[in-house]
């Protein structure tokens, strides 16, 4: 059984940065695609971003549009560790983030494609 644990989330002013780290046990973490979904209150849980694994030396990466140039999804497999650094943080940005993991080699951001879950870590941003 994967456990996923966040840390990281906080509260930050418009224009701010923090990074989200989520650790990986009971698992091969280097066979895992993981990705990040964010919940705000009274909406559905939204995908955020996503890595492969690296398959020939190659990683693909994806990204909600909305995020894209501000958010930046990395992992280090040494550590079992995937990371969210978010920079020029809006109050839009203001969610709950959950880590998530599947052992399919797939970006694809429909949630129902992860198979395990962390508890989610609180991000938000003051206007």
């Known amino acids: 059984q994967v456990q996923l644990v966040e840390s990281g989330g906080g509260l930050v002013q418009t224009g701010g940065s923090l990074r989200l780290s989520c650790e990986a046990s009971?698992?091969?973490?280097?066979?895992?695609?993981m990705g990040w979904f964010r919940q705000a209150p009274g909406r559905s849980r939204e995908f955020v971003a996503a890595?492969?694994?690296?398959?020939?030396?190659?990683?693909?990466?994806r990204y909600q549009d909305s995020v894209k140039g501000r958010f930046t999804i990395s992992r280090d497999n040494a550590k079992n560790t995937v990371y969210l650094q978010m920079n020029s943080l809006k109050p839009e940005d203001t969610a709950v983030y959950y880590c998530?993991?599947?052992?399919?080699?797939?970006?694809?951001?429909?949630?129902?494609?992860?198979?395990?879950w962390g508890q989610g870590a609180q991000v938000t941003v003051s206007s």
């Open positions: 998530a993991a599947t052992t399919g080699w797939s970006t694809n951001p429909d949630r129902l494609n992860y198979d395990y």
């Open positions: 009971g698992g091969t973490f280097s066979t895992y695609t």
């Open positions: 890595i492969t694994w690296a398959v020939g030396g190659t990683r693909y990466a």
